[in-house]
């Protein structure tokens, strides 16, 4: 990686995390949220730092940026997420895949069960270089519904995706290059350990999956977070592990809520 862009990516991880400090010493009352529940929205900006291990010995590490707009009334929400890595197996350095996502919930209501009901639109642009290790050099669409079931301090979010890949669109082309219709199934899990903290687990199945070059797989994530200045600043760690495709992501992560 060259000097100037270790430099310009120090830069904009420092300048972001003493923005959060700043937010930290700010003396504002703010009202308590809940973001153990994902059918909660709030506009937010989550900074994370990254490390996945691929096949082969390969990594990727870097920064990746998640903002949320949330609406006032928390029925909608626009997420864009932009990461900035480094893989190992090209010793480049540049802009991985940007996600976009959309998730209206029209129904919530946590004393029934289900308690929410909602619809998502889930899309991944090719914008990482795929000869590079930075992307997988294809556009995914997936539009689904949501709902959720809360158990007191315990609460699950089951979803359900159709997933199209598109054919691999940059870098090299491989000879059985094709289009991918499948589904994915997930359920966040989450529970409560107080009114600061908590952890999740959601296990994932996507069939015909754009992670693993068309084959099924199975991945489970887990989350722990912890709010350190009530309703501001959120601090944590995720951990992601794609069982068939070989691949495991590690983050320390910090939200910041406006």
């Known amino acids: 990686m060259k000097a ?37 929205l709030y506009t937010r900006l989550s900074n994370n730092l990254e490390y996945t291990f ?21 029925k909608n929400a626009f997420h864009i997420e932009f990461p900035l890595l480094y893989a190992t197996s090209s010793g480049k350095f540049g802009a991985g895949d940007t996600r976009l996502r959309y998730l209206w919930v029209p129904y919530k209501d946590y004393s029934k069960k289900p308690g929410a009901f909602g619809f998502t639109i889930d899309s991944y642009l090719p914008s990482g ?25 315990f609460s699950t979010f089951p979803n359900v995706s159709y997933v199209y890949s598109s054919e691999i669109v ?18 966040i899990c989450v529970y409560k350990l107080s009114k600061k903290n908590y952890v999740d687990c959601t ?3 996507i069939k015909n999956s754009y992670t693993n070059g068309g084959k099924d797989d199975f991945i489970a994530e887990g989350n722990y977070l912890y709010m350190l200045k009530s309703g501001k ?6 951990v992601r592990r794609f069982f068939y495709a070989n691949a495991t992501t590690i983050r320390a992560s910090m939200r910041i809520y406006f």
Do not use: E
Request: proline share 5%.
């Open 170 to 187: 940059n870098g090299k082309i491989p000879a059985d290059n094709k289009a991918l219709n499948g589904y994915m199934l997930q359920t």
């Open 233 to 238: 600043i959120q601090v944590g760690g995720f």
């Open 4 to 40: 100037s862009k270790i430099l310009k990516f120090l830069f904009v991880t420092c300048a972001l995390f003493l923005s959060a400090i700043k937010v930290i010493g700010q003396d504002s009352i703010t009202p308590h949220i809940d973001p153990s529940r994902p059918t909660n």
């Open 129 to 153: 270089n795929r000869d590079d290790g930075l992307g997988r050099g294809r556009w995914v669409v997936a539009p689904g519904v949501s709902t959720a079931f809360i158990f007191g301090k």
């Open 54 to 74: 691929l096949k082969n010995g390969n990594r990727t590490y870097g920064y990746r940026a998640n903002f949320v707009w949330a609406s006032r009334d928390q």
């Open 203 to 205: 296990p994932i199945f």
